[in-house]
C-alpha cells in the first residue's frame, strides 16, 4: 500500500522553519502539515496566515493546513490565499459543517475534515461524499510529542469501512504519536498519510526518519 508522510512543523524549531520546511522537503517528505491553533478550541497557540505564507514559500510540497481553532469560517479564506493546498477544520469547531466545506471547495481548495479522539465517524457519515480528506487524531490536539491512543485503531477501521461502503476516494489521514512502531498499526486499519512530528524532527536525521516511517507502514497489507 502507498503510504505518504507528512512531517508536521508543530515538532519543528520555530526560529528556523523556513530551513526546517526545506530539510524535510529534501528528506522525501510528501508534503508538509501545519497546525493552526487558537488557545480557544485547544490549550495552545501557534501561527497564523502570514507564517503560513511563508512557508509556502519555503517549499513546492502540498501543504496541509490543519485547524484547530474556534469559528473557522472566518480564517478559512486567509489561509487560502497564505498557500494552503489542504484545509482541514474540526466537526467539534463547526456548527454547519456542511457549509464550512463548501466554503473550502469554493476557494479551490481540498477539502480536509478532522476527528477528535472521542468524536464518532458517524458524525461524519453524511458528509464524506464532500471531502478529499478525514484526519483522524490519534491524541487530544494542541500539543505535539503525546502518546498514541490505542482505541484509535478500530476506529479507523470504521472509518475505513464507510469509506469503502459508500465507495469513495477519500484520503484517511492519522495525527498524534505517529512513528515507526504505530504506523503499521494504523495503515493496517485504512490510513495512508501519516502525520509525524516528533518521529521526524525529533530524530538527526530527516531521511531516516522519514523512510523509516514509511517503510514500516507499507509493509503492512490490508
Not at 515507526?180 to 493496517?188: L, R, S, Y
Not at 501519516?194 to 530524530?203: N, Y
Request: glycine letters at 8%; proline letters at 5%; a neutral charge.
Amino acid at each position: 500500500m502507498l503510504v505518504k508522510v507528512s512531517p508536521s512543523l508543530l515538532s519543528a524549531d520555530f526560529g528556523r522553519l523556513a530551513e526546517e520546511t526545506k530539510a524535510v522537503e529534501a528528506a522525501g517528505a510528501d508534503s508538509v502539515h501545519v497546525d493552526v491553533m487558537d488557545g480557544r478550541f485547544v490549550p495552545n497557540i501557534t501561527i497564523g496566515p502570514l507564517v503560513v505564507k511563508a512557508i509556502r514559500k519555503s517549499t513546492k510540497l502540498p501543504l496541509g493546513v490543519h485547524l484547530m481553532i474556534e469559528e473557522p469560517e472566518k480564517y478559512v479564506p486567509q489561509f487560502a490565499e497564505a498557500g494552503a493546498d489542504t484545509i482541514y477544520v474540526h466537526v467539534e469547531a463547526c456548527v454547519h459543517l456542511h457549509r464550512n466545506l463548501q466554503q473550502i471547495r469554493a476557494l479551490n481548495k481540498r477539502v480536509g475534515v478532522a476527528l477528535n479522539p472521542h468524536t464518532p465517524v458517524e458524525s461524519i457519515r453524511w458528509i464524506l461524499r464532500d471531502v478529499d480528506a478525514v484526519l483522524v487524531m490519534t491524541v487530544n490536539p494542541g500539543f505535539g510529542g503525546q502518546a498514541f491512543i490505542p482505541q484509535s485503531v478500530q476506529k479507523l477501521k470504521e472509518l475505513r469501512d464507510e469509506v469503502d461502503r459508500q465507495h469513495l476516494n477519500v484520503v484517511i489521514g492519522v495525527d498524534g504519536g505517529i512513528d515507526a512502531k504505530t504506523a503499521p498499526m494504523v495503515v493496517g486499519a485504512g490510513a495512508s498519510e501519516l502525520i509525524a512530528g516528533a518521529a521526524v524532527f525529533g530524530r538527526p536525521d530527516y531521511a531516516e526518519a522519514i523512510a523509516s516511517i514509511r517503510k514500516a507502514g507499507e509493509a503492512v497489507r490490508i
